[in-house]
């Protein structure tokens, strides 16, 4: 299909620049819009529309697990934030801080919570006393603040929103049990709802969360051969619940620190939805995830009975579980609306006039493939909600071969230096674990440890970096 002149004049194409083509797509399918504060962004409602979809999934999913929802304080006490030292390094560069309560100085700094660590394990430190009461499974959602240097809307914010979920457990494997089952409800969620394959696996010792024993991730490839960290599970183990003197009496009346972990996901992946399947005509957003999944667009709609069977239509599609928009509005062309309905990924869109209601017959046009087929009005209910299913599937496959397309496999140091410089993408390599090696990937090349896929393959015997005994398979690739 030849491309649109009006989209080439709105979007700059990926292929030419992938971040103004990024930026484009956001601002001009109405999903955010810049504040007056640098980095904080008004998440417009149809960006939030998105977020909702994904906060309803996972909230469904916590809540079957038997996790409950709680809220906790904005700002943290400076003291609080100092208790765990590796957690304060690992965030003060990017703690914004509140130092006056109106024109009166306060007695001590209160930080604007970069994560909550902090204040839940001091609460936790008040409210557990017995074995009895554990596990402890909460979770919040909530926006939290970083001071970013360099911002991009979704993917960078100095501000966004996310759920942490914070949970406490009696042994170190019942807090891994919960640890790597979150992380497996963020890979599912991915799958089914964003249509985005993942690689799932375990973060580097120098990558790993500030304070946590061991942290797990899940990572997707973009359309220009850059990682997006998506979802991260932390098993903290008992760091914090040491530092802020977490106890309860065990089931032998002893006192003992509980197992403690943590997981989040944000409002990255939105952004990490549009770089996976988008194209240069705009948003394309996989089906279960779209605000609206069709869209009736009528045509001729002044002529007797256009709008009483598109709107019989619409009511038809919203009986069988359909998220359906019918555009009457009289001040733009049909041409103007399909455009529109293109540019802001809406998955399916329906056409309708009077020559196709007299032949019982409508126009079905996949915002994916750009393919329209005309399909009987009598079974358009049923038909829609399959072709609803398939594009999922196709986008989901589209996404899968587009990353393996993109993975390569590296066995010599110079191999990956002369590839990464011409092609981005996953490399897959062998590591010996030293963070010397990690350190020297970082610096040459751009690329960091993704993560240590939890599907292993022995490449070769020897690290790429120093050609030392290696039995770890590493994704490297360079990240957002």
């Not at 417009?44 to 409950?68: R, S």
């Not at 304080?73 to 304060?88: C, F, G, M, Q, Y």
Request: hydrophobic fraction near 35%; charge should be negative.
């Amino acid at each position: 299909m030849s491309e649109n002149k009006e989209f080439v004049k709105e979007i700059t194409k990926m292929e030419d620049d992938f971040a103004q083509w990024y930026t484009d797509v956001i601002r001009k399918t109405d999903l955010v819009d810049y504040s007056p504060v640098k980095g904080f962004m008004v998440i417009k409602p149809y960006g939030y529309a998105i977020w909702e979809n994904i906060q309803q999934y996972l909230d469904k999913k916590f809540k079957e697990t038997g996790h409950k929802n709680m809220y906790f304080p904005l700002l943290i006490p400076e003291s609080l934030l100092n208790k765990e030292k590796e957690h304060v390094e690992g965030f003060a560069p990017e703690v914004a801080w509140v130092t006056h309560g109106g024109d009166n100085e306060l007695g001590e700094r209160l930080c604007v919570r970069p994560t909550s660590e902090t204040i839940i394990c001091h609460m936790y430190a008040k409210w557990l006393k017995s074995y009895r009461e554990l596990p402890y499974l909460n979770n919040q959602w909530c926006s939290v603040v970083r001071w970013e240097k360099a911002t991009r809307p979704f993917l960078r914010t100095s501000e966004f929103l996310w759920q942490e979920g914070h949970t406490l457990h009696e042994t170190q494997e019942e807090a891994q049990e919960e640890t790597l089952k979150i992380l497996k409800i963020y890979e599912e969620m991915a799958k089914e709802l964003l249509a985005i394959p993942m690689v799932s696996g375990l973060k580097s010792e120098k990558e790993k969360f500030a304070g946590a024993e061991a942290t797990y991730t899940i990572e997707a490839l973009m359309h220009d051969g850059k990682a997006l960290q998506s979802g991260t599970s932390h098993n903290l183990a008992q760091h914090f619940t040491k530092a802020f003197d977490i106890t309860y009496l065990d089931r032998a009346s002893k006192l003992q620190h509980p197992y403690h972990t943590s997981w989040g996901v944000s409002t990255r992946l939105i952004g990490g939805l549009i770089m996976v399947h988008s194209d240069n005509r705009g948003l394309v957003l996989p089906p279960r995830v779209a605000p609206t999944q069709v869209v009736i667009v009528p045509i001729m709609q002044k002529k007797p009975g256009v709008l009483d069977r598109a709107y019989e239509l619409k009511k038809d599609l919203e009986a069988v579980g359909i998220r359906v928009e019918l555009d009457d509005s009289p001040n733009y062309s049909p041409g103007w609306k399909f455009n529109e309905y293109e540019m802001k990924g809406v998955p399916l869109r329906i056409e309708l006039g009077p020559r196709d209601i007299e032949n019982g017959v409508a126009m079905v046009a996949r915002r994916d493939t750009l393919d329209k087929n005309q399909m009987e009005l009598e079974h358009l209910p049923e038909m829609v909600s399959e072709l609803l299913e398939d594009m999922h599937q196709d986008m989901y496959h589209a996404a899968l071969e587009m990353r393996e397309e993109k993975t390569y496999t590296v066995k010599t140091y110079n191999a990956l230096v002369e590839s990464i410089s011409e092609k981005q993408g996953f490399y897959k390599a062998m590591w010996c674990g030293c963070e010397a090696c990690e350190a020297k990937i970082k610096e040459e090349t751009g690329a960091t440890i993704r993560c240590m896929p939890f599907e292993q393959e022995q490449l070769s015997e020897t690290c790429i970096v120093c050609g030392e005994k290696a039995d770890k398979m590493v994704y490297l690739a360079k990240a957002y």
